[in-house]
């Protein structure tokens, strides 16, 4: 059995930057044809011109004869200037602007502390139609992990919108059923990405058999009630969601460590794994649409004209990749087998 689907997009994709972004981007670029890229390097990227530079570093370390279109956005601050956002609306690479609450996760901590201080920003942004993409997490302490999302959309998101009712939102990497229930109540301004990590596993795969670090993510995974919500979601042919994998490589020490990195890498096989869940729901019909209709059209991008082909043949994920300075990448699912393998 076999499917062919139109080349689709990953609409949050983490690349880093140098070495490491070298040894993982020809993953990314053999499945899809654009992904929304996440500006959290460090320094962030938080100006045109930064993300301008950033898009030639990714576009040089093509392979050759690979054509893949990064889309940049900008990392937002408590100082962000109103007059910044004008400028990338005005650029035609810029594509969104992203809101890290400071500490949420990876390279976050020149995130947003009070979303108070971004009115004027947000406020331009409706105007100018420029998606926020939202890591939807409180970071008070006094919060239980597994329960930042649910209190992100009532302290956070719901007076957000009520303030800018216009602004086009993305809530990415959702990880529960209230998420899922919020974007499908609001308005055709607000929609989500789904990571297929998410509809793939709840949080007992963290702890199968001892600490299994590779299966640690930001959001958390969660319980399988929500991981059933989130496939219902994905599979329902709604275009409020669409897929988002947010690939991110850590490399193996610092996943494998005392304080390990949070982050799972699935660039390597990520339609692989889509297909997987989209499988188990009986419903290979529609991942044509989340995976390459859904997030074109939010973003207001021409969808793709190719085609890649994914074919149900067994195959063995790599225990781990090349990465940076001689290190090691293990991808999610190293050295296990897999369903659909993505055809050159």
């Keep these: 059995m076999q499917i062919t689907i139109t080349r689709p997009d990953d609409w949050h994709l983490h690349l880093r930057d140098g070495a490491a972004m070298a040894a993982v981007l020809p993953h990314s670029a053999r499945q899809f044809a654009r992904a929304i890229v996440m500006p959290n390097l460090r320094p962030p990227v938080t100006t045109v011109a930064v993300a301008g530079a950033y898009r030639a570093r990714i576009l040089a370390a093509l392979p050759q004869g690979v054509s893949f279109a990064p889309l940049m956005t900008l990392y937002l601050t408590d100082s962000t200037p109103p007059e910044e956002i004008r400028r990338a609306a005005a650029s035609g690479f810029v594509h969104a602007v992203k809101l890290y609450p400071a500490g949420a996760t990876t390279n976050s901590d020149s995130g947003v502390s009070d979303i108070g201080r971004c009115a004027a920003v947000l406020a331009v942004m409706e105007e100018c139609g420029l998606p926020l993409l939202v890591h939807g997490e409180v970071t008070d302490p006094a919060i239980d992990v597994f329960d930042r999302e649910k209190v992100f959309i009532e302290r956070i998101l719901q007076p957000l919108l009520l303030r800018h009712p216009r602004i086009r939102l993305v809530f990415e990497h959702i990880t529960t059923s209230d998420a899922a229930d919020f974007v499908r109540d609001c308005g055709d301004n607000v929609a989500a990405t789904i990571t297929a990590h998410h509809l793939l596993y709840n949080r007992n795969a963290i702890f199968a058999g001892g600490i ?14 929500h991981r059933q919500a989130l496939l219902g979601a994905a599979t329902s042919g709604n275009p409020k969601f669409f897929l988002g994998t947010d690939s991110a490589p850590h490399s193996q020490a610092s996943k494998e460590a005392a304080c390990g990195c949070a982050g799972c890498y699935t660039a390597a096989a990520a339609l692989e794994l889509y297909a997987e869940a989209f499988e188990s729901m009986a419903a290979l019909d529609r991942l044509e649409a989340f995976a390459s209709f859904h997030g074109a059209d939010f973003h207001r991008l021409p969808r793709n004209a190719g085609k890649i082909t994914l074919r149900q043949e067994e195959w063995l994920l790599p225990t781990a990749f090349a990465y940076a300075d001689g290190e090691a ?4 699912r190293a050295g296990e087998r897999l369903r659909w393998r993505l055809l050159d």
């Design 329 to 332: 990448l293990v991808p999610l």
């Design 212 to 225: 299994r670090p590779h299966h640690y993510c930001l959001p958390v995974l969660k319980r399988e009630q």
